[in-house]
Every structure is written in C-alpha cells, then in structure tokens.
C-alpha cells in the first residue's frame, strides 16, 4: 500500500477515533514459531502506534528476530468497527517511565489520588521499558455500512454476478 492510501484510511473520522480508543491487539511471531495476539495499550501520535512494555516481556525477543506484526483496534458494539493495520516494530529502550505510557493510561477513570498511586507505583517498579513504535504499511477500515471484509464484498460481487 502506498503511503497516501494509508493516510487516506487513517485520517477518516471513524479511524481518528477508533485510534483515540485505548486498547489495541497485537499479533506478532513467537520465537517458537506459533502466533501470539496480546491486548496491549497503545497511543497514536499521528503517524505512529507506541505501545510500551517492561523490558523482560516475552514479546520482546520475538519482535527483535520477526518485527513485523498486525495490530486490530475495534469496538464493542453491532455493527462494530474495526481498523486493521499491519507494519513493523522498531523497539527503543528508554530508562525510567515514557511519557506515552503515562499518556495511554490516562484514559481510564481515576480520581486525582488514584493517578498519583498509581504513577507512584509505576515509577517504583519500572527502572525502564521499552516503546515499541510502529508505522502503518497496510491498513483497512470496516465499518460494515461503507466498507465490509475483503471476503464478504467478494461475496457480494458474485451474487451481483448471479443476479445480474
């Protein structure tokens, strides 16, 4: 996919906000050769998902030896609506805390006490993470109204042909 298509997908307004959410899925390529798909938090900085994780996670290893993965962020609702997007993981590890991290969970409800207990914890149990940084090379929006599954319009192309 070129990268202006991309843009396209991406700055439509159901993708503006289904990458506002605050949860994504990550699949990606375990050492061991079987697929591996982990919820994991995420931000957009308008060209790039950052995920961030503790510097011993699992993942990790995986993502060094095979750096491309799929990401699938959607909702919980019917129709629902989903953004797929695939690229590959530059991982960059940073001492103490990112601020995307602090950023990517400021999204759920705390009170002004919570947050400071829970970023106090942060910082005590984390020395440092890594971000793991991904740019879009594909990406798909269906929202079922204007654009479905790949496999379902070609579904729809025969039917048409059927009919026609």
């Given at each position: 996919?070129?990268a202006?298509e991309?843009a396209g997908i991406?700055?439509?307004?159901l993708s503006r906000e289904?990458l506002?959410?605050?949860?994504?899925r990550?699949?990606?390529?375990?050492?061991?050769?079987?697929p591996?798909?982990?919820?994991?938090a995420f931000?957009w900085?308008?060209?790039?998902?950052?995920?961030c994780?503790?510097?011993?996670?699992?993942?990790?290893?995986?993502?060094r030896?095979n750096?491309?993965?799929?990401?699938?962020?959607?909702?919980?609702v019917?129709?629902?609506r989903?953004l797929?997007?695939r690229?590959?993981?530059e991982l960059d590890e940073?001492?103490?805390?990112?601020?995307e991290?602090?950023?990517m969970?400021?999204?759920?409800t705390?009170t002004?006490?919570?947050?400071t207990e829970?970023?106090?914890?942060?910082?005590?149990?984390?020395r440092?993470?890594?971000r793991?940084?991904?740019t879009?090379?594909?990406a798909k929006?269906?929202?079922?109204?204007?654009?479905l599954?790949?496999?379902i319009?070609?579904?729809n192309r025969?039917?048409?042909?059927r009919?026609?």
């Amino acid at each position: 996919m070129h990268a202006e298509e991309i843009a396209g997908i991406l700055n439509r307004p159901l993708s503006r906000e289904l990458l506002a959410r605050d949860l994504t899925r990550l699949a990606y390529t375990a050492v061991d050769g079987t697929p591996r798909c982990v919820p994991i938090a995420f931000t957009w900085n308008g060209s790039r998902i950052v995920l961030c994780t503790t510097t011993n996670a699992p993942k990790l290893p995986a993502l060094r030896a095979n750096p491309d993965v799929a990401l699938t962020i959607d909702t919980e609702v019917h129709p629902p609506r989903i953004l797929l997007l695939r690229g590959r993981a530059e991982l960059d590890e940073v001492d103490g805390i990112p601020e995307e991290y602090l950023q990517m969970n400021g999204t759920y409800t705390m009170t002004a006490e919570q947050r400071t207990e829970w970023e106090a914890e942060v910082r005590s149990l984390y020395r440092g993470m890594v971000r793991i940084v991904i740019t879009p090379t594909w990406a798909k929006l269906i929202d079922f109204e204007t654009t479905l599954p790949s496999a379902i319009e070609e579904l729809n192309r025969e039917r048409a042909a059927r009919n026609a």
